[in-house]
Nanobody, 122 residues
């Protein structure tokens, strides 16, 4: 029901835009977020956005570099990633939460995409 795309190989300082297509249901009233998981590490929160797009929340490590947005009419979620760093290398997952409450906890999200690999070289 969620499918992430847009990952790839990028040099440090570059930009990528991830997309997440939702299908099978309307996610317009859900909180949606992006998480990432690097090899050997736990899945970590990256960013989240409320149903209207009027409220966003970012991990400190990406604040000022990444921008989360959504197009509820198209059932799409985006993550614009600028000034990429090697430490941003990870598999990125989109997720949806069946409430209006923000949370950084991965286990609190109800739906997950399959992930897209982002690799940033130095």
């Amino acid at each position: 029901q969620l499918q992430a795309s847009g990952g790839g190989l990028m040099q440090a300082g570059g930009s990528l835009r991830l997309s997440c297509a939702a299908s099978g249901r309307t996610f317009s009233s859900y909180v949606m977020g992006w998480f990432r998981q690097a090899p050997g590490k736990e899945r970590e929160f990256v960013a989240a956005i409320n149903w209207s797009g009027g409220s966003t929340y970012y991990a400190d490590s990406v604040k000022g570099r990444f921008t989360i947005s959504r197009d509820s009419a198209k059932n799409m979620l985006y993550l614009q990633m600028n000034s990429l760093k090697p430490e941003d290398t990870a598999v990125y997952y989109c997720a949806a939460r069946r409430t209006t409450t923000f949370t950084l906890v991965a286990g609190a999200y109800d739906y997950w995409g399959q992930g897209t690999q982002v690799t940033v070289s130095s």
